[in-house]
């Protein structure tokens, strides 16, 4: 099956890239953690959010593109490798089919069962007009949570724990999904509190014309701006 009727069919599918190509973001996470971003570079920081208890002793951090110098460096990296083809993959048109949002995920030691969600969630945005790319950027160890999906389509049924699927992270391999029909949430795992679990993330979205004020109202609400001029 072509990738394109993979991820139409099963709103997820697989592709296989050079870890190497992610050094220019491996040095943007470097940088930003030593304070050594240039003024033009701006990333923003947001925290878990407090879900409970169980999550008080979280530590995740979303480092998202926060200007449109620092949303170039996700942009240049995937249009310069083999994930370039995920804007084929997805949506009916390469041009219109942008990064408009791009983070590095980052949690230190464990994780506990999290919540179900999609990622762009809004009534006006349909299948096949979004979807969220995600991959180890450090080097992944085995003990390490991975994505957890299921087959449920929002609205459908609650019974989401009995339609889960997890799937693996691999160095070299990222995993592309629905951004709102594919329910989701990272699998709960137990690790020492110095290991660092990092994923980069770069967030598609179709900007043709009815659907930018859409996108603008998800960015309004997830609290981080959308980017969604050509490249
Ligand atoms: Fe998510």
């Known amino acids: 099956m072509s990738k394109r009727k993979e991820f139409q069919a099963r709103r997820l599918t697989k592709l ?3 870890f190497d190509a992610l050094e220019p973001i491996r040095q943007l996470y470097h940088s930003l953690h030593a304070d050594q971003l240039s003024e033009e570079i701006k990333i923003g920081i947001k925290a878990h959010e407090d879900y409970g208890d169980e999550f008080a002793n979280i530590k995740m951090r979303w480092y998202f593109a926060n200007s449109p110098e620092a949303l170039q460096i996700f942009r240049d990296v995937l249009d310069g490798c083999e994930l370039a083809v995920s804007r084929d993959v997805v949506g009916s048109s390469r041009n219109r089919m942008r990064v408009i949002q791009a983070n590095i995920v980052e949690i230190s030691g464990s994780y ?5 969600h999609s990622d762009f969630a809004d009534p006006r945005l349909g299948m096949n007009e979004s979807a969220t790319l995600l991959t180890p950027l450090l080097p992944f160890e085995s003990h390490f949570g991975g994505l957890e999906t299921t087959s449920v389509i929002r609205g459908e049924s609650l019974d989401y ?7 693996r992270y691999r160095e070299g391999e ?6 709102t029909g594919t329910i989701h949430r990272t699998q709960s795992y137990q690790a020492a509190e110095h290991e660092r679990r990092v994923l980069v993330c770069w967030q598609f979205g179709d900007v043709r014309s009815d659907l ?8 309004k609400k997830n609290g981080d701006p959308m980017f969604m001029h050509g490249h």
């Open 16 to 18: 296989a890239f050079s």
């Open 112 to 116: 506990p069962e999290g919540r179900w």
């Open 161 to 167: 724990d009995d339609h889960a699927t997890v799937h």
């Open 174 to 179: 990222a995993i592309l999904f629905d951004g």
């Open 212 to 219: 930018i004020p859409v996108f603008r109202r998800i960015g």
